[in-house]
């Protein structure tokens, strides 16, 4: 019983010690790793660290993407943007956090990231997304964290667009 416990002990010690180590340094990176791109940009380097982010492309022609999530979460919305002609590839990292990457459910997405101790899930019908063409390709890693493709709609199919669009020509 005093093994049991003895190991239990420790295992909780190197956990919290692990923990606080994480933080720190997640702090420290924080300090040293920007954003970097537009919502314009055709390639954009994303990083959250302990906060959360909400991005919308609108790339004429995306091609590349890094997304850092650490102890945060983002939401990356590509219904507004177009893919390059020869696809484009986001590298994906989340650490105690997650991320939500939005797509027109007609994109091709192949998902190459790994989880661990966490989830990856591309919860789109799969049978919506057009053969051929320019593919979407996620790789990267999930630690105790969650990777999620979504399908959504692209801007000029909401009806809430298209009424503000009206209104803004007449």
């Not at 791109?37 to 982010?53: C, Q, S, Y």
């Not at 027109?104 to 789109?124: E, L, S």
């Amino acid at each position: 019983m005093r093994l049991i416990r003895s190991l239990l002990g420790l295992l909780v010690g190197l956990l919290v010690v692990g923990g606080v180590a994480s933080a720190v340094a997640a702090a420290m990176t924080k300090r040293q790793l920007v954003s970097r791109g537009t919502e314009d940009d055709d390639e954009v380097d994303l990083v959250v660290i302990f906060d959360g982010l909400e991005f919308a492309s609108r790339a004429p022609a995306f091609r590349r993407g890094s997304i850092l999530t650490w102890y945060g979460g983002a939401t990356v919305d590509l219904t507004g943007a177009a893919l390059d002609a020869a696809g484009a590839t986001i590298d994906v990292r989340t650490v105690f956090g997650g991320l939500q990457v939005i797509v027109p459910a007609t994109w091709p997405v192949d998902i190459q990231v790994m989880g661990m101790f966490g989830g990856v899930a591309d919860t789109r019908d799969g049978d919506e997304a057009a053969e051929g063409g320019p593919r979407l390709v996620l790789t990267g890693w999930a630690i105790a964290g969650g990777v999620s493709v979504i399908a959504g709609r692209a801007p000029q199919d909401m009806p809430l667009a298209r009424a503000a669009e009206a209104g803004a020509g007449g």
